[in-house]
């Protein structure tokens, strides 16, 4: 009975650890005070606030542009590679996965100045291309391992029974592998989506002039005092997040359930 107790305690105390944070941001959105004080008192100003902040807003959207791009070039890349793996021999396939996970291993601050270093010595200005390659290559791993994991687990003798049938590579992917590794495809973009929008350090060193993101934009406003406008915008973000995880995983149970029907 006692380590029932404790082990309660302890997965109470890591989920509070973890979310208490988090729930303390959103919360204080709602705060009317401008310095999170309390007693909290309930207000919507700060939502209203973030709706005139056009800095702020041009910020987000530059954002979610960018990592909306990075999102589906990192889809297309990771399940082209992974389907041209499925043919590899096993020391090919050992190679192009060490590669590809090798830029989980380089720290994203070595990865911007390196990218950096290459503009200055190829004689160009940051600029907005080199900025989405830099978020493709530290994005690119969170959606071939998703992407990989789940064709690791597909019934292989469907995609033969295709063939076998006299459908080719092209209708054999759309109409057989497409289907079943698509949830896999959405929640790799998905990660690949919040990796890219959730980084600083890349976009600090290559960001072209003139232009922000909205990380660089709450460190830049932090450094000159910190406004409930972020916690604002902290929480939309979060919402979203939530409500799109939530559709995603409803997609992949549903597929899951009629695969094995």
Known sequence: MGKKIFNWF???AVFVFLY?????????????????????????????????????IDATMNSLYLAAITGVVCIILATALMLG?????????ALVNSAVVLPLTIPWLIMGLSLL????SLGLDRNFLML?????????????????????????????????LGANEWTTFIRVIFPM??????????????????????????????TTTLPIEIYSSIKFGFTP???????????????????????????LKNLFR
Do not use: C
């Open 132 to 164: 989405l390659i830099g978020h493709v290559i530290i994005s690119l791993p969170y959606a071939v391992l998703v992407i990989s994991a789940r064709m690791q687990d597909m019934d292989k003798s469907v995609q033969e029974a295709s063939y076998s």
């Open 10 to 12: 302890y997965t109470a």
């Open 85 to 93: 793996n499925q043919e590899a021999s096993a020391k090919i396939k």
């Open 229 to 255: 406008e972020i916690n604002a915008i902290s929480t939309i973000i979060l919402v979203l997040s939530l409500l799109v995880i939530s559709i995603i995983a409803a997609i992949m149970g549903s597929s």
């Open 117 to 120: 270093l290459l503009l200055k």
């Open 20 to 56: 208490a944070p988090i729930a303390v941001l959103m919360a204080m959105s709602f705060n009317e005070s401008q310095y999170n004080a309390l007693p909290f008192k309930f207000s919507m100003r700060w939502f209203e606030a973030l709706a005139q902040n056009e800095k702020l």
């Open 181 to 210: 590794i698509s949830p896999a495809m959405l929640a790799g973009g998905f990660m690949a989506f919040m990796v890219s929008f959730d980084n600083f350090v890349l976009s600090y060193f290559l960001i072209p002039t003139g």
